[in-house]
Each structure stands twice: as C-alpha cells, then as structure tokens.
C-alpha cells in the first residue's frame, strides 16, 4: 500500500472531528440521560439521582480503563497506514477485539460479586445503597458489550473513520432515551414503571443494539474477519504493553473521579446529586471536546507513521485553537442556561442550591479541559501511552489528593472538591504542553 499524503485541511478535521463528537458523547448520554430522568422519580428522585451518580461514576471508572486499548488500536492502526504497512496487519484486528472481550469480562467476574461493598466505600448507605445494587446489578452486563463495541470504534478510528461509530452512537444514544422514559416511568396499560431498574435496563438493551450494529458493519465495511487466526501478531505485544500503561493511567484518573464521589457522598445526599449533576454536565463537555482531539489523534498517529513532523505540529496548533473556541462556546451556553441544566435533572431546591453554587467551576474547567484532553488525545495517536501514565499518576497523587483532603480540612465542601479537580486538570495539560515543547515542536 503506498503511503498516500495526509490532509489537515479545515475540511478534512471537521470530517473526522464532527462525527467523533457525536460518536464520543454516547456514553455520557446513556449516563445523563439515566440520571434525568431517575432524577425525577416521584418521591424518590434525589434519592436515585444519587445512586446513579455513585453506580456512574463505578462503571465509568470501569469503561474508562478499559476502553484506553480503544486509543492503542487506533494509533497502531493509523501508524501502521501511515507507513504504508496496513496489509501487514491482517490478523491484528480479530485478536485485538478478543484480547479486549476477555479484559472486561475478567473486571466484570471480579467486580460482580463484591459490589456492595465497593458502594459502601464510596459512601452510600441506606436506600440509596440499595437502589445502587439494582441499578448497577443490571448496568454491569452491558460492559462487555460497550468495550467490544469501542475496540470497533478504534479500528475504524485507524481506519481515519469516524462516520460509522457516528451512526452506531446515534442509534444506541435515541434508543436509549426512548427507552428509559418508557421503562422508568412506564406506559398504561402496556409496561408497569420500572423505576430506577428501568433506566438501567434502557441501557442495557441499548448498549446490546450498539454492539451489534458495530459487528455488522464492522463486518460489512472494511475488510476485517473477526476469525482468530495465530500466531499471535507482534502489534499485539505493542498493544499490551501501551494498553497496560494506559490501565495504571486510567486507575489514576478515576481514582480520583471516585474520591470525589466519596467525599460528596459523605457531605449528604443533596451534595451527591448535585455532584451527580455536575460531573454528568462536565462528562459531556468533555466527550464534546474530545472530538477535536480524536481527529487530532487519527491524523497524528498517520503523520508519525508517515515522518511528516512539519505537518504533525500544523494540525497541534488547529486542533487545540478549534477546541479553544468549541470551550469558550460551552462555557457561554453553560453560563446562560445553568438553572435550567439543573432542573433538567432534578426539581429539589437545595439539591439545585448546592448545584448553582459550584456549577462555575465547571465552566471555569472548560478551557483547561481543552488544552489537557486535546493534547492528551494526540499523544495517544503518537503512541505516548508511558509519559501519559505519569502525567495522570502525578496529576492524581501530587495535586488532586492534597488539595482534596486539604479543602476537606478547613472545610470548603464541594467547592473544595471542584478546585482540587480544577487543579488536576490544569496538571495534565501544563505537563503535556511542556512534553510537546521538548520533544515534538523542535521536530518540525
């Protein structure tokens, strides 16, 4: 296959960058959409806003560690067709998926049976312990499900593919909602109100149509065999060892995702729902951002494959100003229609009170998120998975934990929560433009 030139015309981004965005928020949809419409459960919606929002932030931890070799199937793809040597690929796919399937059927078979006590670790007690273990004890089956459906998702990404997973993000994020207004609130005379099992449910059964729908035009659409043939690929001892750098990244991240949880946990149930609220809206910013950041993942990965250095820092600077601009877009809109955001999820003045009064760190959050998820998005397309482990390990543990628990002592609440996850954030990306600066722009 001859090396063809790579376009980082403003044409060619947004191609790659408007589906990703689309696709990328479909998790966080399924999430949000959860804990809308939970959040206004007659009687017990605070209550099961909570237990979404703890059941939540678990399972994201979970996805989030495991979908990281969704990034390591992309760059070894795009870099392998950067240098045209994508023939030479042929059995990658296949084992590449089954390593991915096995992981997180380990993690769920470990997980599963000690989950009220991984609940009670974080906080929640009473009802809203137990309508965690309902949420979650149906939620957990679709895990394998989501993480065979995002190794899909990275080799159509390698692939400098973004339409299809667009499409299978499309249809399971509409089904989804459909279905999680007509099982939690149920339909007379057709369907009894499931409640908080309902969205769980919803879910679930979304996530199934989402799998399929990748298989069969994973199938369809490229020219990938899901037949396990060996030996085993030699990228595949390349795709173990960025994936294992990218768990004890991703332990790192949702670490501290869930101290946040427990600490907002223990500060009572109106301050988990509103985390509950903030986190979700902060998830999808994030997911909204990291569309620029996938098209600059997939075209860096190809211009590195390809040597074309000069290129490689062009598409840096244009990524990371589009994602500046989509930022300071979110941040007005947030700013704009914050109470209404809050309502959306849950009616209960002082949940919505605690809600309002931290809800400008989230905006405040939205630049640095642009900055450290970009550049984080670019370095995993350069296959950089070792330096982003340390970047989050030191993100975590040298500024996140002692701005917590130091917040915690003089007693700043959830404020203090929300600034100790301002100043991870501004630790990722700091480290990252530093890593560019020496490495990568002296290249050009």
């Known amino acids: 296959m001859t090396n063809a030139p790579t376009s980082i015309s403003f044409k060619r981004i947004q191609q790659l960058a408007l589906p990703a965005i689309i696709a990328g928020i479909a998790e966080p949809v399924l999430s949000s959409t959860d804990a809308a419409v939970v959040g206004n459960i007659p009687e ?5 806003l ?12 979970l996805i989030w560690i495991l979908a990281q070799t969704r990034s390591a199937i992309s760059a070894i793809v795009s870099q392998n067709l950067g240098a045209g040597k994508l023939k030479d690929l042929k059995s990658f796919p296949a084992q590449a998926i089954y390593f991915n399937i096995g992981l997180s059927i380990i993690v769920l078979a470990s997980t599963y049976f000690f ?7 974080l906080n929640a007690e009473g009802i809203i312990l137990q309508l965690s273990i309902d949420y979650y004890n149906i939620r957990v089956w679709g895990f394998p499900l989501t993480l065979f459906t995002f190794a899909v998702f990275g080799l159509f990404r390698g692939l400098q593919n973004t339409f299809w997973p667009m499409i299978i993000a499309i249809v399971g ?5 459909g279905l999680d207004f007509a099982l939690v609130y149920g339909i007379d005379g057709w369907i009894p109100p499931l409640n908080i099992k309902g969205a769980a449910w919803a879910s679930l059964i979304s996530q199934a149509i989402m799998a399929l729908l990748s298989l069969l035009l994973l199938l369809r659409k490229t020219e990938i065999t899901l037949g396990l043939t060996f030996p085993i690929h030699p990228e595949i001892n390349r795709l173990v060892s960025m994936s294992f750098n990218l768990f004890l990244r991703s332990v790192a991240l949702n670490a501290a995702l869930l101290l946040a949880v427990r600490e907002a946990t223990s500060l009572g149930k109106e ?17 909204f951002i990291d569309g620029y950041g996938a098209a600059g993942n997939i075209l860096g990965g190809k211009l590195l494959g390809a040597k074309d250095y000069k290129k490689l820092w062009v598409l840096t600077k244009r990524v990371n100003s589009y994602n500046l601009i989509v930022s300071i877009l979110l941040m007005g809109l947030g ?13 209960d003045p002082e949940v919505l009170t605690v809600f309002s009064s931290i809800f400008y760190l989230v905006l405040l959050s939205q630049p640095l998120n ?20 340390n970047v989050l390990l030191g993100a975590t543990f040298l500024g996140f934990v002692p701005v917590l628990y130091f917040s915690k002592y003089i007693g700043w609440g959830l404020t203090g929560i929300w600034i100790a996850l301002l100043v991870w954030i501004a630790y990722r990306g700091g480290a990252l433009v530093l890593k560019y600066a020496r490495a990568y722009y002296p290249l050009r």
Do not use: C, P
Not at 50 to 61: D, E, I, K
Not at 271 to 287: C, G, M, P, R
Not at 335 to 347: I, M, S, T, V, W
Not at 370 to 389: C, N, P, S, W
């Open 44 to 48: 017990l919606g605070t209550e099961s």
């Open 50 to 61: 909570a237990a979404v929002g703890v059941v939540g932030a678990f399972l994201s931890m």
């Open 115 to 121: 989950v009220e006590a991984i609940f009670r670790f």
């Open 173 to 177: 994020a509409s089904i989804n909602i």
């Open 271 to 287: 301050y988990i729902a509103a985390h509950a609220i903030a986190i979700n809206i902060w998830l999808f910013s994030a997911f």
């Open 335 to 347: 700013a704009l229609g914050y109470e209404a955001l809050g309502r959306l999820f849950n009616k």
């Open 370 to 389: 642009a900055i450290a998820f970009t550049l984080d998005a670019i370095f995993k397309g350069l296959g950089e998975m070792r330096y982003l482990r």
